[in-house]
């Protein structure tokens, strides 16, 4: 959402759970922004049938579930959904494997418990 409101040209926000789909619903309605498309449906199911090609990717999936980073990661690459340079942010919590061939680390941040991986593909 911030990311519209300093001017990004559009964004697509995926969102499986009802409830934060709607306050999500709810807060990009107060921005009266038509360049943010919602789905709610599974990140995963969405990646699959996704044909958009991003420039920043935010991944923040529940904590417990870690493979959806790796999962994610690859459907952005095998399906080709990643301009060059794109970059992607990871916001997790203790220990996620990531295969970041061939992403280039960029930054690490720690916050608490928190964690916050910046990647360049």
Request: net charge negative.
């Amino acid at each position: 959402i911030e990311a519209l409101s300093r001017g990004a040209k559009k964004a697509h926000f995926v969102e499986k759970d009802a409830r934060a789909f709607s306050v999500l619903r709810e807060n990009i309605a107060s921005l009266k922004d038509e360049n943010a498309t919602l789905h709610s449906t599974d990140a995963l199911i969405y990646l699959r049938t996704c044909e958009e090609k991003f420039d920043i990717v935010f991944m923040d999936p529940p904590y417990a579930g870690k493979s959806l980073y790796r999962d994610s990661l690859s459907l952005l690459l095998n399906k080709g959904l990643l301009n060059e340079g794109a970059v992607i942010i990871l916001e997790y919590e203790g220990k996620v494997d990531i295969d970041d061939s061939p992403f280039f680390l960029r930054r690490d941040y720690t916050y608490g418990m928190t964690k916050i991986i910046q990647l360049r593909y």
